[in-house]
C-alpha cells in the first residue's frame, strides 16, 4: 500500500470492527454499480480508468506545444471550479517555494475582480505570454469574462495572427461556445472528456497542460493514479482504504451526527490540494438536504485561530489528518551558547519532527476535546502521490456519495444562482 488509512482516532467514539458487517452488502453493490452499470460509467465515470486508458496521443500533443514554447515567461491559465482548482492544487503541491520558474503559472477567470485582472494586464506587459482558457461549455461567466479581456490584451501585444499560436483551449470534443469560437479562431485545442465532471478532472487535460507548463512529472502521477486504482480495485471493504474512509465518513455523520469534516494538514504545499478536495466532496455530497459540510485547516497556523473552537466549541466537527511524514528541505534547530530565546531543548531537531510532534499533540488532545479524527498518511510530496491521492479521494468520494443516497456526479443546485444572475444582469 502506497497510503495508509489511521482510524484509532475514532476508535473512542464508535466500535468500527462492530459497524463493519452492516455496510459489507451495500458496499459490494455499490462497487458493482460503479464497475459495471454501464449507463451511469458513459455519463460519469470515465475518470474510473483513467490511469489506464488515458488518451496517450493528446498528452503526446500537450509535450510537444510545450517544447514549441520553451521561452514563455507566463502561461496564463482561465478557469473556475474543477477548471481551476485540480491544476492549482497539483503545482503548489509539488513546486518549491520562492522558486522562480519559467513559465510561470498564473490562474485567472476563478473571480469576477476587475482590480486582480487589471494588476494581471500590467504585469503581463512585456513579458512573453500565452493562454489556455478552460471550460466544457464556455458559458461560465467567470472565465468567459476574463477570456474576452485576455484575447483583447493579447492580440493588441502580437497581432490577431500571431495571437492564434498563443492560444490554447481545453473544451468540448465538439460543441459549445468555446469550441466554436476556438474552431473559428484556430486555436489549438484539447478535450474535456465528456463522462469526465469538472471536479474529477485533474488527470485530463484540463490538469495536464498546466502541469506539463509548469515542467511536472505527469507519467509519474499517473503512475501514482494507477496504484490508487488498483488499491480501491477489491469491492472487499477490508482491503479497500477508500471505501474505509467512505464508510468512516459516513458513520460520523449519521453515528456521531458531526456535521463539519476538516482536512487538516500541516504544509503549506496543501493549501490548495484542501481547496481541490473541498470542492469534490461539497459539489459530489451537498443535495437533497444531505451531507457534511467540508473545510480545510492548515495547521499549525490555524492552531493559533480556529484551534480553540475545534477544541471547545460545539461537538459538530471531525478531523480528517494528511500526515506527511517526511520533506524534501528541511531545516534544524541551532544549539546557541546564551540560550536566551530558551529553544536549546530542541536544539538539533529538524522542522519536521517537530511538525509531527505538534501534530500527534493536537491530535491527541482533539480527541480528549471529543473531536474524533482520521489520518491519512503519505511518506512525501511528489507528482506519484499527488496522482494517488487525486484518484484515492476520487473513488472515496464516489462511494461516500452513494452511501449517502444521492448522485455524486451531479450539482443541480450550481445552476440556481447562476439563473438569479443572468436576470439581474438581464442575460
Known amino acids: 500500500m502506497s497510503l495508509k488509512l489511521n482510524l484509532n482516532g475514532i476508535q473512542t467514539f464508535l466500535n468500527w470492527e462492530q459497524e463493519i458487517p452492516t455496510y459489507l452488502p451495500q458496499i459490494k453493490a455499490i462497487h458493482h454499480k460503479l464497475h459495471h452499470d454501464e449507463n451511469i460509467k458513459n455519463q460519469y465515470l470515465g475518470w474510473l480508468d483513467l490511469p489506464l486508458n488515458y488518451d496517450r496521443q493528446e498528452l503526446e500533443r500537450i509535450k510537444q506545444l510545450r517544447k514549441q514554447n520553451l521561452d514563455l515567461d507566463v502561461l496564463v491559465v482561465v478557469g473556475i471550479g474543477g477548471s481551476y482548482l485540480g491544476a492549482k492544487a497539483g503545482i503548489e503541491f509539488l513546486q518549491i517555494p520562492f522558486a522562480k520558474n519559467k513559465p510561470e503559472i498564473i490562474f485567472a477567470g476563478h473571480q469576477v475582480s476587475g482590480n486582480y485582472l487589471t494588476n494581471l494586464l500590467k504585469y503581463l506587459e512585456n513579458k512573453n505570454w500565452a493562454i489556455n482558457v478552460i471550460s466544457k461549455s464556455g458559458t461560465t ?71 506539463v507548463f509548469a515542467n511536472l512529472d505527469v507519467d509519474a502521477m499517473f503512475q501514482g493514479a494507477l496504484q490508487a486504482l488498483k488499491d480501491t480495485s477489491s469491492d472487499n471493504l477490508i482491503q479497500n482504504q477508500a471505501y474505509q474512509y467512505a464508510l468512516a465518513r459516513y458513520l460520523m455523520y449519521t453515528k ?159 445552476e440556481i444562482y447562476k439563473k438569479k444572475m443572468f436576470a439581474l444582469l438581464k442575460k
Not at 459549445?176 to 485533474?202: A, C, T
Open 141 to 211: 461567466l467567470e472565465p468567459a469574462l476574463a477570456f474576452r479581456i485576455l484575447k483583447e490584451a493579447i492580440e493588441k501585444q502580437y497581432g490577431k495572427e500571431n495571437s492564434k499560436k498563443r492560444i490554447f483551449a481545453t473544451t468540448d470534443k465538439q460543441k459549445g461556445n468555446l469550441f466554436n469560437l476556438s474552431k473559428e479562431e484556430g486555436y489549438e485545442m484539447f478535450v474535456i472528456p465528456d463522462s469526465v465532471g469538472g471536479r474529477f478532472s485533474v488527470l485530463t487535460s484540463v490538469g495536464l497542460l498546466p502541469f
Open 256 to 414: 456521531m451526527d458531526k456535521k463539519v469534516e476538516l482536512l487538516v494538514t500541516y504544509e503549506p504545499n496543501l493549501v490548495f490540494f484542501s481547496e481541490w478536495w473541498k470542492q469534490l466532496f461539497a459539489e459530489s455530497e451537498g443535495k437533497d438536504n444531505k451531507g457534511l459540510f467540508v473545510g480545510s485547516i492548515s495547521n499549525s497556523t490555524d492552531l493559533h485561530s480556529l484551534g480553540q473552537f475545534i477544541q471547545e466549541g460545539k461537538k459538530i466537527i471531525f478531523e480528517t489528518i494528511l500526515n506527511i511524514t517526511s520533506t524534501k528541505n528541511d531545516c534544524f534547530v541551532p544549539k546557541i551558547s546564551n540560550d536566551l530565546d530558551n529553544l536549546n531543548y530542541i536544539a538539533h531537531k529538524s522542522y519536521s519532527e517537530i511538525n509531527q510532534k505538534i501534530l500527534q499533540a493536537t491530535k491527541q488532545a482533539h480527541i480528549e476535546g471529543e473531536v474524533p479524527n482520521l489520518e491519512i498518511v503519505i511518506p512525501k510530496l511528489d507528482e506519484f502521490y499527488f496522482g494517488y491521492l487525486a484518484y484515492f479521494f476520487q473513488k472515496a468520494c464516489a462511494m461516500s456519495g452513494y452511501l449517502l443516497g444521492v448522485n455524486p456526479f451531479n450539482q443541480p443546485g450550481v
